[in-house]
C-alpha cells in the first residue's frame, strides 16, 4: 500500500515538471490577460489591416489628383474623406485584434506607429496644400510626432519604453486629430446650421494644444531618465588578480 502512494507521488511530480518544463507558445495570452509579443511573426490579420492603412494614404491623396471631370469637387471630398476614415477606422482594429486573438507581434508593434504618422502627415500637407488648414499647425502636429517617435526609440534602447508609454491625453489628442482631418476633407455640409470647415477647424486648434500637451507630459516623464543617462558612470573595478596555490611561495 505505501509503495502504491509512493509511485503516486513519484508520477505527480514528474507531471508537474513536465508542466513548468513546456515552452509557453509566442503569441498567446499570458498573465494579467496581457499578449506575449512574438518577435518571429512578421505577416498576419492585424499586420495586413495596418498594410492597408498604408496602401489607402496615396488612394485618398490621389483622390485630388484625378482628371478634371471625372469628378466633382463634392465627390472628390466625400471619396477621400470615405477612405480616410476607413483607413483611421484600421488604425483601432488592428490593435483590437491582435490583442484578443493574441498576435501581437514585434513587428506589428513597429509598423503599426509608423502607419499612423504617415497617414496624418499625408493628410495634413494635403490640406494645407488644399487651403483648409494652416502650415505652422500642421508643422506643430507632424514635428511632434517625429519629436515623441525619436524619444520612445531612445528611451527604448535605454529599457525605460515604458515610461513613455502612450497616455489618455495621447488617445484624446488623436481623437480630436481624426476629428479635424474627416471633417476638413469632407469639407461639404452635413449637419443643417452647422459649418464642417468650422468643425474641422476648430477640432485641429484642439488637436494642436493637445499635441503641445502631450509633447511636454511626456518630456516630463522622460527627463529622469535622461538625467540618469547623462551621468558620468563610475569606472569599473579592476577585477583581481587569481592566484595560484601551486604557485612557489616568496620567502
Same mark, same amino acid.
Given at each position: 500500500?505505501?509503495?502504491?502512494?509512493?509511485?503516486?507521488?513519484?508520477?505527480?511530480?514528474?507531471?508537474?515538471?513536465?508542466?513548468?518544463?513546456?515552452?509557453?507558445?509566442?503569441?498567446?495570452?499570458?498573465?494579467?490577460?496581457?499578449?506575449?509579443?512574438?518577435?518571429?511573426?512578421?505577416?498576419? *490579420?492585424?499586420?495586413?489591416?495596418?498594410?492597408?492603412?498604408?496602401?489607402?494614404?496615396?488612394?485618398?491623396?490621389?483622390?485630388?489628383?484625378?482628371?478634371?471631370?471625372? &469628378? +466633382?469637387?463634392?465627390?472628390?471630398?466625400?471619396?477621400?474623406?470615405?477612405?480616410?476614415?476607413?483607413?483611421?477606422?484600421?488604425?483601432? &482594429?488592428?490593435?483590437?485584434?491582435?490583442?484578443?486573438?493574441?498576435?501581437? +507581434?514585434?513587428?506589428?508593434?513597429?509598423?503599426?506607429?509608423?502607419?499612423?504618422?504617415?497617414?496624418?502627415?499625408?493628410?495634413?500637407?494635403?490640406?494645407?496644400?488644399?487651403?483648409?488648414?494652416? @502650415?505652422?499647425?500642421?508643422? *506643430?502636429?507632424?514635428?511632434?510626432?517625429?519629436?515623441?517617435?525619436?524619444?520612445?526609440?531612445?528611451?527604448?534602447?535605454?529599457?525605460? @519604453?515604458? @515610461?513613455?508609454?502612450?497616455?489618455?491625453?495621447?488617445?484624446?489628442?488623436?481623437?480630436?486629430?481624426?476629428?479635424?482631418?474627416?471633417?476638413?476633407? &469632407?469639407?461639404?455640409?452635413?449637419?443643417?446650421?452647422?459649418?464642417?470647415?468650422?468643425?474641422?477647424?476648430?477640432?485641429?486648434?484642439?488637436?494642436?494644444?493637445?499635441?503641445?500637451?502631450?509633447?511636454?507630459?511626456?518630456?516630463?516623464?522622460?527627463?529622469?531618465?535622461?538625467?540618469? @543617462?547623462?551621468?558620468?558612470?563610475?569606472?569599473?573595478?579592476?577585477?583581481?588578480? +587569481? *592566484?595560484?596555490?601551486?604557485?612557489?611561495?616568496? &620567502?
Amino acid at each position: 500500500m505505501w509503495q502504491r502512494a509512493r509511485i503516486a507521488v513519484a508520477r505527480k511530480v514528474k507531471g508537474a515538471e513536465r508542466v513548468r518544463m513546456t515552452p509557453r507558445p509566442t503569441g498567446v495570452t499570458c498573465e494579467a490577460g496581457r499578449s506575449a509579443i512574438d518577435p518571429a511573426v512578421t505577416f498576419n *490579420i492585424p499586420i495586413a489591416l495596418t498594410w492597408l492603412r498604408i496602401v489607402l494614404i496615396p488612394v485618398f491623396v490621389g483622390v485630388y489628383y484625378l482628371p478634371d471631370g471625372w &469628378l +466633382s469637387p463634392a465627390m472628390q471630398n466625400w471619396l477621400a474623406m470615405v477612405v480616410f476614415a476607413l483607413a483611421a477606422i484600421t488604425d483601432w &482594429l488592428d490593435g483590437y485584434l491582435a490583442r484578443r486573438w493574441g498576435e501581437v +507581434s514585434a513587428f506589428g508593434a513597429f509598423l503599426d506607429p509608423v502607419a499612423d504618422k504617415l497617414m496624418v502627415a499625408a493628410a495634413l500637407i494635403m490640406l494645407v496644400q488644399l487651403g483648409r488648414a494652416d @502650415s505652422w499647425l500642421a508643422i *506643430i502636429i507632424i514635428g511632434r510626432e517625429i519629436a515623441i517617435s525619436a524619444l520612445r526609440e531612445w528611451m527604448a534602447q535605454l529599457g525605460k @519604453s515604458t @515610461s513613455v508609454a502612450v497616455a489618455f491625453i495621447g488617445k484624446v489628442k488623436t481623437a480630436a486629430q481624426m476629428v479635424a482631418i474627416i471633417a476638413l476633407l &469632407l469639407w461639404e455640409p452635413v449637419i443643417p446650421g452647422v459649418s464642417t470647415p468650422w468643425v474641422g477647424t476648430v477640432a485641429l486648434w484642439i488637436a494642436a494644444l493637445l499635441t503641445l500637451w502631450s509633447m511636454l507630459h511626456y518630456l516630463r516623464l522622460a527627463a529622469p531618465h535622461v538625467s540618469e @543617462s547623462a551621468r558620468p558612470k563610475p569606472p569599473a573595478a579592476a577585477p583581481l588578480a +587569481s *592566484i595560484d596555490p601551486n604557485a612557489p611561495k616568496k &620567502l
